[in-house]
T-cell receptor, first 115, second 114 residues
Framework: QKEVEQNSGPLSVPEGAIASLNCTYS??????FFWYRQYSGKSPELIMS????GDKEDGRFTAQLNKASQYVSLLIRDSQPSDSATYLC???????????????FGRGTQLTVWP | DGGITQSPKYLFRKEGQNVTLSCEQN?????MYWYRQDPGQGLRLIYY???????QKGDIAEGYSVSREKKESFPLTVTSAQKNPTAFYLC?????????????FGPGTRLTVL
């Protein structure tokens, strides 16, 4: 059973704080990991992708990957009210009988940043 | 501008009707996907296509059908056999097959059964 679990929300942080979003996955062989942001009523948009263990920074966003622990996280520094959205974790996991994988999505964590 | 378009944005269906959701991309991507999203749920894969004239069932294909006659287009038909079709439908594309390729999403179609 391929599973992607995200910490249950909603998560509420004050403006300027660090928001931490977490995700665990079931397939130890997974190689590709993505974070999408989805505003209410809109489609998901890619924020970050990460493929190697460690940290990857892009502006106020940092993705952290630990394949041994099967854990990926997203940190948002200096959180802004415009960051209020649902954040989806997606993990590429191999399909049956093939080295090709497919994306599995978590249910998302709803983040609210209050001024 | 390159991107993925979906139409219509909102769609209402009566019981027993088939409806078709359009998805077009001009990104020259080989792979296209259809997902369904229900409130508070993650995305569930309906169908995907890696190449023209080929497509594969995802996790929840029952009651849906697709075609891939052109690289740019991947329409989804919601048939009367789909008992609970009210949902937000998202089309996505990626450069090639699964793996490391990032998937990009269209704006979505919100389907409501009357």
């Amino acid at each position: 059973q391929k599973e992607v679990e995200q910490n249950s929300g909603p998560l509420s942080v004050p403006e300027g704080a660090i928001a931490s979003l977490n995700c665990t996955y079931s397939d130890r062989g997974s190689q590709s990991f993505f974070w999408y942001r989805q505003y209410s009523g809109k489609s998901p948009e890619l924020i970050m992708s990460i493929y190697s263990n460690g940290d990857k920074e892009d502006g106020r966003f940092t993705a952290q990957l630990n394949k041994a622990s099967q854990y990926v996280s997203l940190l948002i520094r200096d959180s802004q009210p415009s960051d209020s959205a649902t954040y989806l974790c997606a993990v590429n996991m191999a399909g049956r009988g093939s080295t090709l994988g497919r994306l599995y999505f978590g249910r998302g964590t709803q983040l609210t940043v209050w001024p | 501008d390159g991107g993925i378009t979906q139409s219509p944005k909102y769609l209402f269906r009566k019981e027993g009707q088939n409806v078709t959701l359009s998805c077009e991309q001009n990104l020259n991507h080989d792979a296209m996907y259809w997902y369904r999203q229900d409130p508070g749920q993650g995305l569930r894969l309906i169908y995907y296509s890696q190449i023209v004239n080929d497509f594969q069932k995802g996790d929840i294909a029952e009651g849906y059908s697709v075609s891939r006659e052109k690289k740019e287009s991947f329409p989804l038909t919601v048939t009367s056999a789909q008992k609970n079709p009210t949902a937000f439908y998202l089309c996505a594309s990626s450069i090639a097959v699964w793996g490391a390729d990032t998937q990009y999403f269209g704006p979505g179609t919100r389907l409501t059964v009357l």
